[in-house]
């Protein structure tokens, strides 16, 4: 049996079809019934639990051979560091609790950093603590997400401008959640067999440029890259609705990119869906 975190999210849904489709049993951890219900329909279990409950957690992990772990961002909190370490402190109560014989952890690139990351943070600590179980743990470290160009869909749509923290003409790794997705069902699958870190890219680097043209292509219009300076981010995701530790956070994140401080520590594993998809996906 293998128990799916996220599983009405990109990476999650990806992980529990692509089990699913392969003839094994799964059960899907959701919060809300309503939308456990097309899980059912596919042959899912259903466990209700809330992510941050460590009890509820541990009884949706009993029985299981394989999890796919995951801390969601939560962008409504004031103290997202806070909120999001509670979760990875839940995980690791539930894990220790309920033992299952491997979890696969989506962390993140620069999680074994202890600080200047930014949100990222979240993955480091949440690897230590899942790691102090004792249980079997692969870290995924994934890339930069290229679904997370969504954010700038309106503004290339209607002014043909892609604004940018990322510096122009850096190129840093950038995964599709497809390939998270489908490399963490893999992963859960040789169980035991997993290595204790998998570090996933897409099929290249990516700047902002490429990013753009990738718009363009899809849009078929021109796109240009507009730098946000690095005393302009926070004011801008602030204008876009991000509470102050939040943005402050995402600025932190961005610098330590545009400063070469979040790499690979060893050779990643290439995924093979290119931005040019993604980006026609985000567009519609």
Same mark, same amino acid.
């Given at each position: 049996?293998?128990?799916?975190? *996220?599983?009405?999210?990109? +990476? =999650?849904?990806?992980?529990?079809?692509?089990?699913?489709?392969?003839?094994?049993?799964?059960?899907?951890?959701?919060?809300?019934?309503?939308?456990?219900?097309? !899980?059912?329909?596919? %042959?899912?279990?259903?466990?209700?639990?809330?992510?941050?409950?460590?009890?509820?957690? +541990?009884? @949706?992990?009993?029985?299981?051979?394989?999890?796919?772990?995951?801390?969601?961002?939560?962008?409504?909190?004031?103290? /997202?560091?806070? #909120?999001? +370490?509670?979760?990875?402190? #839940? !995980?690791?109560?539930?894990?220790?609790?309920?033992? /299952?014989?491997?979890?696969?952890?989506?962390?993140?690139? *620069?999680?074994?950093?202890?600080?200047?990351?930014?949100?990222?943070?979240?993955?480091?600590?949440?690897?230590?603590?899942?790691?102090?179980?004792?249980?079997?743990?692969?870290?995924?470290?994934?890339?930069?997400?290229?679904?997370? !160009? *969504?954010?700038?869909?309106?503004?290339?749509?209607?002014? =043909?401008?892609? /604004?940018?923290?990322?510096? /122009?003409?850096?190129?840093?790794?950038?995964?599709?959640?497809?390939?998270?997705?489908?490399?963490?069902?893999?992963?859960?699958? @040789?169980?035991?067999? @997993?290595?204790?870190?998998?570090?996933?890219? *897409?099929?290249?680097?990516?700047? $902002?440029?490429?990013?753009?043209?990738?718009?363009?292509?899809?849009?078929?219009?021109?796109?240009?890259?507009?730098?946000? $300076?690095?005393?302009?981010?926070?004011?801008?995701?602030?204008?876009?609705?991000?509470?102050?530790?939040?943005?402050?956070?995402?600025?932190?994140?961005? =610098?330590?990119?545009?400063?070469?401080?979040?790499? !690979?520590? %060893?050779?990643?594993?290439?995924? +093979?869906?290119?931005?040019?998809?993604?980006?026609?996906?985000?567009? %519609?």
């Amino acid at each position: 049996m293998y128990v799916i975190a *996220g599983a009405t999210g990109h +990476t =999650g849904s990806v992980v529990a079809s692509t089990l699913l489709a392969q003839g094994h049993k799964v059960r899907v951890i959701v919060r809300d019934e309503k939308k456990g219900a097309a !899980w059912k329909d596919k %042959g899912a279990e259903v466990a209700l639990a809330r992510l941050e409950n460590a009890a509820e957690l +541990t009884a @949706a992990l009993r029985g299981a051979d394989g999890v796919y772990a995951l801390v969601p961002p939560d962008f409504a909190a004031d103290d /997202p560091l806070a #909120a999001q +370490t509670g979760v990875a402190e #839940a !995980w690791g109560k539930a894990v220790a609790a309920a033992k /299952p014989r491997h979890v696969v952890y989506l962390s993140s690139i *620069g999680a074994e950093l202890d600080g200047g990351n930014g949100p990222i943070l979240v993955a480091h600590r949440a690897e230590e603590r899942l790691r102090a179980t004792g249980v079997k743990v692969t870290a995924l470290r994934a890339a930069y997400f290229m679904e997370n !160009w *969504g954010g700038v869909v309106h503004p290339v749509r209607s002014d =043909g401008v892609l /604004p940018s923290m990322i510096t /122009p003409g850096r190129a840093v790794p950038m995964v599709a959640t497809a390939d998270i997705g489908r490399v963490a069902a893999e992963l859960l699958v @040789a169980g035991e067999r @997993a290595p204790a870190l998998v570090e996933l890219a *897409g099929p290249r680097e990516y700047s $902002p440029e490429d990013v753009a043209a990738a718009f363009a292509g899809a849009l078929d219009r021109k796109v240009d890259v507009v730098p946000v $300076p690095a005393e302009g981010i926070e004011p801008a995701l602030a204008q876009a609705g991000f509470k102050p530790k939040l943005a402050a956070l995402f600025r932190e994140m961005n =610098g330590a990119f545009n400063a070469g401080k979040l790499h !690979w520590s %060893g050779t990643p594993r290439r995924g +093979t869906v290119a931005i040019d998809e993604v980006v026609r996906q985000l567009v %519609g």
